[in-house]
């Protein structure tokens, strides 16, 4: 297997080489291909995203992505959302899990709010929202496929009392929903934020379209300890990138505090989706014995190092 590990800027640099570490020790004999991209590699070549990069990521069986700084510079674009549009990775799952709840948030990746079009006017800006038909039936169809192998029900959450664009992908999901047999309710994203942390028991799959799936996501890491502990994946239908869902955490880079765990169970999602689901499931275990340890980083209120708190799970993994 050739795994191509980016850990692009900030945390990312010192959150993936914790998460490639596990990944060596449980499949030695695989090729670990490091790959520069981010605003670093903007600033030290010129290009945020070069070209033999992306010819790295994709040839990859898979990616472990760590995180991205996007300077608010109108002419500069986003790495990790130009990333998913060229490998087409339309999927973005993000598992919320924790005790008597398992969640998994399926966004759309590639249209909605972050489609990129975007312009500026001389006296307001515009960007459009994308929602297309092949988009919605293709996100819907993963969302369905995935709730048929866990409690058979999908929430579709958007705003389509407001918003066309969200109607029109409500119909869609609708129609794949009964075509499929699969149970689904709706709810507007805004009740969804709130009776997520309220009642995250309710729910299975929750499928919703980019930018949604990304704020009502970072809000379900209340449910999980916080963002240092989520992991995501983004899939197509050829190519496979998973990332902690946090970002480059400008504040706190360069310090070793940063929590590693999304990182770490990232790299277990992506063991899963390579076929080795008992190196995943050992993965999350030796996380879930640290820290029912006391192994714990700072933003969990403990003082391990992101090195320290790797070098417990290498040996709880170790362990025999
Ligand atoms: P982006 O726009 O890429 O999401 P951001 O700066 O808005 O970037 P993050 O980089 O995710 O968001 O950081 C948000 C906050 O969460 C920061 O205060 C950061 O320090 C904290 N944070 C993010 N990831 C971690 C982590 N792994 N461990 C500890 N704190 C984290």
New binding site residues.
């Given amino acids: 297997m050739q795994i191509v590990v980016a850990p692009g800027d900030?945390?990312g640099k010192e959150?993936i080489p914790v998460a490639e570490k596990i990944l060596r020790i449980l499949h030695p004999d695989w090729e670990y291909i490091p790959v520069l991209l981010g605003y670093d590699c903007f600033v030290k070549t010129g290009t945020a995203l070069p070209k033999e990069s992306l010819m790295a990521l994709t040839r990859a069986d898979a990616i472990l992505f760590g995180?991205?700084?996007?300077p608010p510079d109108p002419d500069y674009s986003s790495v990790?959302l130009s990333i998913r549009k060229e490998l087409d990775l339309y999927a973005n799952l993000r598992p919320i899990i924790g005790h008597g709840f398992d969640i998994m948030i399926v966004r759309e990746n590639t249209e909605g709010l972050y489609a990129g079009i975007e312009w500026q006017e001389k006296d307001r800006a515009c960007s459009l929202r994308v929602v297309s038909e092949a988009g919605t039936r293709r996100i819907a169809r993963t969302a369905l496929a995935l709730a048929k192998k866990r409690k058979g029900h999908v929430t579709i959450g958007n705003k389509a009392n407001i918003l066309k664009s969200d109607a029109y992908f409500n119909r869609i999901c609708i129609g794949e929903a009964e075509a499929s047999g699969i149970r689904y309710s709706l709810k507007y994203i805004d009740a969804l934020v709130l009776d997520l942390l309220q009642h995250p028991d309710r729910y299975d799959v929750i499928l919703t379209t980019n930018i949604f799936g990304?704020i009502l996501s970072?809000a379900a890491g209340y449910l999980v300890g916080?963002?240092?502990?989520l992991p995501s994946a983004n899939i197509g239908e050829r190519h496979a990138l998973f990332e902690?869902?946090?970002?480059?955490?400008?504040?706190?880079a360069g310090t070793n505090?940063?929590?590693?765990?999304?990182?770490i169970r990232s790299a277990a999602m992506l063991l899963e989706h390579l076929g080795d689901t008992a190196g995943a499931a050992k993965i999350h275990d030796a996380i879930n014995q640290a820290i029912h340890t006391g192994c714990r980083?700072?933003?969990q209120g403990g003082s391990y190092t992101?090195s320290g708190f790797g070098e417990e799970i290498v040996r709880w993994l170790t362990k025999t």
């Fill in positions: 900030g945390i959150v995180a991205v700084t996007t990790i990304d970072d916080g963002l240092g502990c902690p869902v946090h970002g480059s955490a400008p504040d706190i505090t940063a929590n590693p765990v999304a990182a980083t700072h933003d992101t």
